[in-house]
């Protein structure tokens, strides 16, 4: 593949000497990797799923996001297919493909790190929706007519609201 010969090419087994002690910790610890990289993308989209409010820039953040883990889980399952097999072209085009895609994450997530920062705290949109539900609540409330309120000002700027007697 692409003039590249790798039939001299050894698997990574031959480098340890197929020596269990090193080996089987060594694919223990990947096989718990490669899950990972492969289930973390399907919580952060169950995540997406879950918020209709996530702005399409932030939608593509975590997209570019999936993506690059996902490929980490493949450079990872090649690198532990390697151990018995001499797939380097295949490792190569992975760890290249995982390379563009890590910067252009990289790239798009400082772009929009100002957008992201403006995104309300757990505490702050528990208060929003206390918030939301006391105006929803008021203007619920009103419904035998229009409520006129009078701002009060202090030093040029609205303090409160006054209900004018009539």
Aim: overall charge negative.
């Amino acid at each position: 593949m692409f003039g590249i010969d790798t039939s001299s090419f050894m698997p990574h087994g031959h480098c340890i000497l197929w020596s269990a002690e090193i080996l089987v910790p060594m694919l223990i610890g990947e096989t718990l990797t490669i899950l990972s990289y492969f289930l973390i993308p399907v919580g952060i989209f169950k995540f997406m799923n879950g918020r209709s409010d996530i702005t399409k820039d932030i939608r593509v953040i975590l997209y570019l996001f999936i993506l690059f883990i996902l490929f980490c889980g493949f450079t990872h399952l090649i690198s532990t297919w390697n151990y018995w097999h001499s797939d380097y072209v295949l490792e190569m085009i992975f760890k290249v493909l995982t390379g563009l895609v890590s910067v252009t994450a990289l790239v798009v997530l400082y772009k929009h790190i100002p957008d992201l920062i403006k995104l309300p705290s757990p505490a702050q949109h528990q208060q929003l929706v206390i918030d939301n539900e006391e105006m929803k609540t008021i203007f619920e409330s009103v419904t035998e007519g229009i409520v006129l309120y009078r701002p009060v000002y202090k030093d040029g700027k609205v303090v409160d609201f006054d209900l004018p007697l009539v």
